[in-house]
């Protein structure tokens, strides 16, 4: 899987558009990009994902450079519900005789300050 | 409502006292999977399974067993549980559509061992 590159740690206003960048220079034309969030020792959550598109759900948008060298996922208007450590995922699509194993790298601390 | 469930959701034992940490899904998805997450590693794989009667290691299989005899069910088994297998237990599961593959998991074991 493509290596991605996130900021550590992030902090964001409530209210306001919490803008979350991942790197991933090394993707692969078919990979698509993914990304879930982890609140304090919950389960992870799934969030978005896209291919090439910008893509937008009732949670999030996803913005796709055109070279795919980079995304950023976008919450529209943050609440410290939001508070999470975000992760950005790069895989291959899907394989029906292979392991659809996700790895997670160590993400973005994500804090919303009220 | 679409859910992954695990049980129990914390438990404390003892070394080489055998237990079972259930995980069942209702949305009828072919593939599940079994993490563990530990501070300053991430999560980590322990075993996955592509189907009913399908099953592989991940990448810590050490000490762990399942099984996935239904659909709905794959429970992990630690035969003889030691104090390394102390942590946060992560069951998950996932179908294809439309080429990406999008995991859903369950909020968690938090398993002790003495």
């Known amino acids: 899987d493509a290596k991605t590159t996130q900021p550590p740690s992030m902090d964001c206003a409530e209210g306001r558009a919490a803008n979350l960048p991942c790197n991933h220079s090394?993707?692969?034309?078919?990979?698509?990009v993914y990304w879930y969030r982890q609140i304090h020792s919950q389960g992870p959550q799934y969030i978005i994902h896209?291919?090439?598109n910008n893509e937008t759900n009732e949670m999030a948008s996803l913005i796709i450079t055109e070279d795919r060298k980079s995304s950023t996922l976008i919450l529209p208007h943050a609440t410290l519900r939001d508070t999470a450590v975000y992760y950005c995922?790069?895989?291959?699509?899907?394989?029906?005789?292979?392991?659809?194993?996700?790895?997670f790298g160590t993400g973005t601390r994500l804090t919303i300050i009220p | 409502e679409a859910q992954v469930t695990q049980n129990p959701r914390y438990l404390i034992t003892v070394t080489g006292k055998k237990l079972t940490v259930t995980c069942s899904q209702n949305m009828n998805h072919e593939y599940m999977s079994w993490y563990r997450q530990d501070p300053g590693l991430g999560l980590r794989q322990i075993y996955y399974?592509?189907?009913?009667?399908?099953?592989d290691k991940g990448d810590v299989p050490e000490g762990y067993k399942v099984s996935r005899k239904e659909k709905r069910n794959f429970p992990l088994i630690l035969e003889s549980p030691s104090p390394n297998q102390t942590s946060l237990y992560f069951c998950?599961?996932?179908?294809?559509?439309?080429?990406?593959?999008?995991?859903?998991f369950g909020p968690g074991t938090r398993l002790t061992v003495l």
């Open positions: 998950a599961s996932s179908s294809p559509s439309g080429g990406a593959n999008t995991q859903y």
């Open positions: 896209g291919l090439k």
């Open positions: 399974s592509m189907n009913v009667e399908v099953t």
């Open positions: 090394t993707i692969s034309g078919n990979e698509y």
């Open positions: 995922i790069v895989r291959p699509p899907i394989s029906n005789f292979g392991n659809e194993k996700l790895t």
